[in-house]
């Protein structure tokens, strides 16, 4: 019988000259292929920690503003919290630019909290910054503070106008979250 040997180390000449064994091959190919597998377990792993449609769904409100009136607030719900919408009369923007902004303990003026152009609309988060309690005067009727803003019933801190902290222990003014109009009666809060 004739004895046949095969060559383990097959080579192929490569570009400039080089040669690559079989074997260089195969570890490539092997190591290539270990990756895509990889990626092909860990990208279910990975995407399922994506927030979830109806997360996303709450990850903006929109609130139409039409039927607030000037001196009205109203209260909405973006991402499981209270938010305050409210139109401000022009006797309440008066108030709020008077009051020099060195004097508070959060300084930020009635511009810095509002968009351009809707001077008049005050888009705040309603959860007071000192042990996140709701406040009051986005209702009809409830009570609304010294300074004719919020009035947090928990610790007794008092917003003005512009839900700016005037008085007690809140450290911070009322947030106020993004948002943007999309037309002159609809707000998305963002």
């Known amino acids: 019988m004739a004895e046949t040997t095969i060559d383990t180390h097959d080579t192929v000449e490569g570009e400039g000259g080089g040669e690559v064994r079989r074997r260089d091959f195969l570890e490539i190919a092997a190591v290539s292929a270990a990756g895509v ?3 092909a377990v860990l990208y279910p792993l990975i995407s399922q920690m994506a ?6 769904a709450e990850s903006t409100t929109e609130v ?7 001196g009205q607030a109203i209260k909405a719900v973006f991402r499981k919290q209270p938010v305050f919408v409210r139109n401000l009369t022009p006797a309440e923007i ?3 630019n008077a009051v020099p902004t060195g004097s508070l303990r959060d300084p930020q003026s009635l511009a810095e909290r509002t968009k351009e152009g809707y001077e008049n609309w005050l888009i705040t988060m309603g959860v007071c910054t000192h042990l996140g309690c709701v406040p009051l005067g986005a ?4 009570n609304k503070g010294e300074f004719g803003g919020y009035f947090c019933p928990c610790h007794g801190s008092h917003y003005d106008t512009a839900a700016r902290i005037r008085k007690g222990p809140a ?10 109009f ?9």
């Open 37 to 39: 597998g990889g990626l």
């Open 51 to 56: 927030p979830s449609k109806d997360v996303l």
């Open 64 to 70: 139409d503003v039409s039927a607030i009136e000037p």
């Open 94 to 96: 008066e108030a709020a």
């Open 139 to 142: 209702g009809e009727g409830e």
């Open 171 to 180: 450290p911070l003014n009322l947030e106020v979250p993004e948002y943007e």
């Open 182 to 190: 999309t037309s002159d009666t609809t707000v998305q809060i963002g």
